[in-house]
Structures are given as C-alpha cells and as structure tokens.
C-alpha cells in the first residue's frame, strides 16, 4: 500500500519530464507558386530560433511529389541567397552562384526570358524566372 502511495506520488514528475511544450511559429513570407510546382519562403520560429527555408517541389520527379527545404540557418545565409540572386540578375546565361549547400544557376531562354535552376546539395533541384527571383530578392531585402 505504502508502495502504491510512494508511485503516485513521483508519477506526475516522470511524465512532467517526458513532455514538453515547445512554442513553434511558421510564417509564410512569400509564396511564389501554388498548385503542381509550389514554391515558399517561410519563417521559422522556435522558442528563441529563428531559421529560414525556401520549401519547393523537386522537379526531377514528375510523377512523385517530393517536397524539398533549402535550410538558411539564420537572416544572414538567407541574404546570400539574395545577394547570389542579384548578382546573377546581372549577370549573362550560364552564370552560376555556387553556395555549400546550394547552387543557383542563370539560363537564358528565347521567348521566355531568364529562367533560374536551384540546385540543393541532396540533388533536388527546381527551377524559377526573372519575376518570381525579384519578389525573393524583394521579400529578402525586407526582413
């Protein structure tokens, strides 16, 4: 009996310590695309960490949906994404911003305009025009 007691008593503390509330924010900053091919620059915010992805369907696949994040650790790496986005912006066809984990390639396309090709380190990539790169670089530069 007195065991019986003695547990019900530290039971509350053993499951106390097995969960914890953690407070998690996502923002959708920008959505460029919605439907088959989507792309989004998003905000995420835990307890005091705040880090940044761009979340895109991998385009080697087309019969699978394979969701992709590009992880910008912190405001900083986002902004080299940016600059390498501007930079190429100026840039001619075959340009490329190689980054560690990533790189953004510039191909010029007749009667399309400037198309640009994400490449992540995993090998997923993606691919963009002028327009949807200058709201990136527009969202980015407002952070």
Not at 76 to 101: H, I, W, Y
Not at 120 to 130: D, H, K, P, V
């Amino acid at each position: 009996m007195k065991t019986l007691i003695l547990i019900s008593l530290f039971v509350p503390f053993f499951a106390k310590a097995q969960f914890k509330i953690v407070n998690t924010a996502t923002i959708n900053l920008l959505e460029l695309r919605a439907g088959t091919w989507p792309i989004t620059l998003q905000r995420i915010t835990k307890e005091s960490d705040t880090c940044y992805v761009l979340l895109f369907r991998d385009q080697q696949y087309t019969n699978v949906v394979d969701m992709t994040t590009l992880r910008f650790p912190d405001l900083e790496q986002m902004k080299f994404f940016q600059k390498g986005l501007s930079a190429l912006k100026n840039g001619s066809t075959g340009d490329v911003a190689k980054f560690k984990e990533y790189t953004i390639k510039r191909v010029d396309v007749k009667k399309e305009g400037i198309w640009y090709i994400l490449t992540c380190g995993e090998g997923a990539l993606t691919n963009f025009q002028q327009p949807e790169a200058d709201k990136m670089i527009a969202a980015i530069i407002n952070l």
